[in-house]
């Protein structure tokens, strides 16, 4: 059946939407009819460049949508089943999955990019974008790879836990936990640092200090709960957080831009002992500069995030579960319902800050 999807055909190049085939379904896969799918950053790094991508593509990897159909080894999904795609296919077995480190399988990417999936109008095969592809109306996915969802869940929410608030939330559960009381920085006040601050303030941080250059998303993050917001254009990022934390930094920082620069400011605004959370995604070839008597002087923790070291069948009821009771207000970061056309004006908003997340709806 032919479907639409958001074809990446040359890096730096708009995003084309066409028809797309579907590839009959593996023994291993199931088929998603999307409902929802968020506009991420780094779609947008990948259009770009700056993040490695395969082309001719489908981009989106944060989408939501119903079961249409499961392949012939596929017993515990029915059709009708309302999902969230994550964008590791863990494979549940190898030697990181068996320690609960789902977020590093060895197998996912592997497994992912050699999976059928679809191919253009003249017939040419395309990649998938992390076995995900939500920018159309249905893709082929791996059946590991999808979590049920409550019926009763709006999509448009759902798919937002597909990747920004997996991975932002999960940096302040998981990956670099929020202790209660703490001070939290959050430098990047997108859908992930956003999230990120959400998630500190369910787990009880005392102050939350947000900054970024664009004056609506600070003002979101005050909304959100954020008790100080810091303006990068006012001077060193570092500095104003210190003075906003009895001189010494914050507890914990999570950096949500993905520049040399700004992580190297979150380094530099961590107290000593304290956490640095690098969230953001930067280019393969960004380097950063560290002092290397700063890092045992100061006892500080330098620690990475791959999606939010999320446990997807764990992790995505408990996000929704906290949706549900009103302490993770994700409603409040989508600032745009758009139809799959409109993806290249959502690229545009996210390169200038205007809004938070754009969400593509399928009728
Ligand atoms: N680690 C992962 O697994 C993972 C997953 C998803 C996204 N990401 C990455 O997270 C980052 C954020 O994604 P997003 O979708 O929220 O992006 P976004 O573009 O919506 O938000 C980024 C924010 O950073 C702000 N910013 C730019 N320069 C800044 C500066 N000097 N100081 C402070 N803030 C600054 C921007 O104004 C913007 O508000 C991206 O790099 C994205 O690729 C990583
Ligand atoms: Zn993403
Ligand atoms: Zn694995």
């Not at 085939?21 to 990948?46: F, K, N």
């Not at 253009?120 to 076995?131: P, Q, V």
């Not at 790879?145 to 608030?165: F, H, K, Q, R, W």
């Not at 004006?345 to 800050?353: C, I, K, N, S, T």
Request: hydrophobic share 45%; net charge negative.
């Amino acid at each position: 059946m032919s479907e639409r999807g958001a074809i990446l055909r040359t890096v730096g190049e708009p995003l084309q939407i066409e028809h797309i085939t579907l590839a009959p379904l593996a023994p291993d896969q199931v088929r998603v009819r999307i409902a929802a799918s968020g506009v991420c950053h780094s779609d947008l790094s990948q259009a770009t460049g700056a993040l490695p991508v395969g082309t001719p593509c489908v981009l989106g990897h944060e989408g939501a949508g119903v079961i249409e159909a499961v392949g012939s080894e596929v017993h515990h999904l029915t059709p009708g089943t309302h999902v969230v795609i994550a964008w590791v296919a863990a494979c549940g077995q190898c030697w990181f999955c068996a320690r609960g480190e789902l977020h590093l399988c060895r197998n996912a990417i592997r497994d992912t990019y050699s999976m059928p999936y679809a191919t253009d109008s003249e017939g040419a095969a395309l990649f998938t974008s992390m076995g995900v592809s939500s920018f159309s109306t249905a893709t082929n996915c791996l059946a590991r790879a999808v979590v049920p969802i409550a019926e009763d869940i709006p999509l448009e929410i759902a798919s937002l836990i597909g990747c920004g608030v997996a991975t932002g939330a999960g940096a302040a559960l998981n990956t670099a936990p929020v202790e209660h009381g703490s001070a939290v920085a959050v430098i990047g006040l997108g859908g992930v640092g956003l999230a990120s601050l959400m998630a500190s303030r369910v787990r009880g941080a005392a102050e939350l200090i947000a900054v970024d250059p664009v004056a609506s998303r600070r003002e979101a993050a005050l909304a959100l709960g954020a008790t100080h917001a810091v303006d990068p254009a006012d001077g060193d990022v570092a500095r104003q957080i210190r003075a906003v934390t009895g001189r010494r930094g914050a507890d914990f920082v999570f950096e949500a831009v993905g520049r040399q620069g700004t992580i190297e400011t979150a380094i530099a605004a961590t107290r000593r002992g304290g956490t640095t959370c690098i969230v953001g995604a930067a280019p393969p070839d960004e380097r950063v500069s560290l002092s290397a008597y700063d890092l045992y002087m100061h006892g500080k923790t330098l620690v990475g995030c791959q999606y939010g070291s999320v446990v997807p069948a764990r992790d995505f009821p408990l996000l929704l579960n906290l949706w549900r009771t009103g302490r993770l207000p994700l409603e409040r970061l989508i600032t745009g319902r758009i139809g799959l056309d409109d993806v290249n004006g959502a690229f545009d908003e996210l390169r200038r800050g205007t809004g938070i997340r754009s969400v593509i709806v399928n009728d």
